[in-house]
């Protein structure tokens, strides 16, 4: 017996870039066949996105890509053609999710927004991931993870003081990640009330009304009238927060309460009735003269909470100490982006790399929508399917 969560769930992925891909591929960790569906004439842009890596850029497959796509099938079929359409519809009508997170509109201009949709399968969930949300003035806005971030208040908050606002970076693109994985959550429970007679639906996610609301604790607490502000490392109501070089230029993270401050001070030698500025002064010097390696667990012992700032490298060479899942080995035994949790009785894992283009696209015409093999080579002709190899 299967004991993934979401054994015997068909997702038709019509997910791009990170929100879509990522949100799809952890439903296809959890156990979901998920087909994905690109067009002959376009494909994910992660399929291109070879962002500095050197295997990508000798002509393999981006690791952006093979992250967000892995552990699913491949289809590729022309949406704006009619024929198309109606493979699409059939596939439709055999399964139980779509997943989108294309511009506002492009479903309905389709011909496939919710209601042909819900026409082709009563039953069918469509989960609907954009910057802004379904509906509202923003809606039809395009955004990216910068634009997202400035516009929900993220990057209002993030950097220093005197500093301009901060976004978070491609390789990060808080956004997305966030709701992929609020998205597959929401995606799993509609699924589960679905078997349990709720029906089908149409679930809306903003990108923009999600990364607001995590940030919600710090709008509510700055009043009515007065701006959040920026506060670098710093954060109320910890007496002490901040960075610190070390002897070998690596850096350590240490935060102090009240509590701490005797005993902080002990370590150090000096005296707790120095003011705030001197004690942080008196510890950036003594974590100076020390390795992070040394001044770590010298902190810690002290009751101080200490950490080593680690980057990627360092990050990699602790494995089952430091991370178990995080990282996860593809079938050439490649290291990529793993999995945010684990599940006891089926463990996620990487049971196929990303597909190639319409890798599955005549195999997946004849097991679920019951094309015949002609017909199949008749779409494959007239460029309303890709096969691979062909």
């Not at 923009?208 to 109501?237: M, Y």
Request: one cysteine or more.
């Amino acid at each position: 017996m299967n004991s993934a969560p979401l054994h015997g769930c068909r997702v038709l992925d019509l997910g791009i870039i990170t929100a879509g891909a990522a949100t799809s591929a952890l439903l296809a960790d959890m156990g979901a066949e998920v087909i994905k569906v690109e067009s002959p004439s376009y494909r994910d842009p992660f399929r291109l996105w070879t962002a500095g890596d050197p295997a990508a850029q000798a002509g393999g497959v981006p690791p952006f890509f093979r992250a967000t796509n892995r552990n699913k099938t491949s289809i590729s079929l022309d949406l704006k053609h009619e024929a198309g359409r109606a493979a699409f519809l059939r596939l439709v009508a055999e399964s139980d999710l779509v997943v989108e997170n294309f511009r506002r509109g492009v479903l309905d201009r389709l011909g496939l927004g919710y209601e042909a949709l819900r026409t082709a399968n009563p039953e069918i969930i469509l989960a609907s991931i954009s910057s802004q949300g379904e509906t509202g003035p923003d809606a039809a806005y395009v955004s990216y993870g910068s634009t997202l971030e400035a516009v929900a208040g993220l990057a209002w908050m993030t950097g220093y003081p005197e500093g301009p606002p901060t976004i978070s970076g491609r390789d990060v693109n808080y956004p997305d990640q966030v709701v992929a994985l609020f998205a597959a959550g929401m995606i799993a429970t509609a699924w589960r009330a679905r078997r349990d007679g709720a029906g089908g639906t149409h679930l809306d996610m903003s990108q923009r009304e999600l990364t607001s609301f995590l940030c919600g604790e710090a709008f509510l607490s700055a009043g009515s009238e007065t701006a959040s502000a920026r506060t670098g490392n710093e954060q109320a109501p910890h007496r002490l927060q901040d960075c610190f070089c070390d002897r070998d230029g690596d850096w350590v993270a240490v935060t102090i309460d009240d509590a701490e401050v005797d005993g902080l001070c002990r370590l150090l030698g000096v005296q707790a009735m120095l003011s705030d500025a001197e004690i942080k002064t008196e510890l950036r010097v003594w974590i100076a003269e020390r390795p992070a390696s040394e001044a770590v667990p010298a902190l810690a012992a002290a009751g101080i909470a200490a950490a080593m700032v680690h980057n990627g490298k360092s990050l990699l060479g602790q494995q089952h100490r430091l991370w178990d899942s995080a990282l996860a080995r593809a079938e050439d035994g490649g290291l990529l982006k793993g999995f945010p949790f684990q599940l006891a009785e089926a463990p996620l894992r990487i049971e196929c790399d990303a597909p190639g283009v319409g890798s599955h696209t005549a195999e997946i015409l004849m097991r679920i929508a019951g094309y015949s093999r002609d017909e199949v080579a008749a779409l494959a002709r007239d460029g309303i399917i890709e096969v691979a190899g062909e």
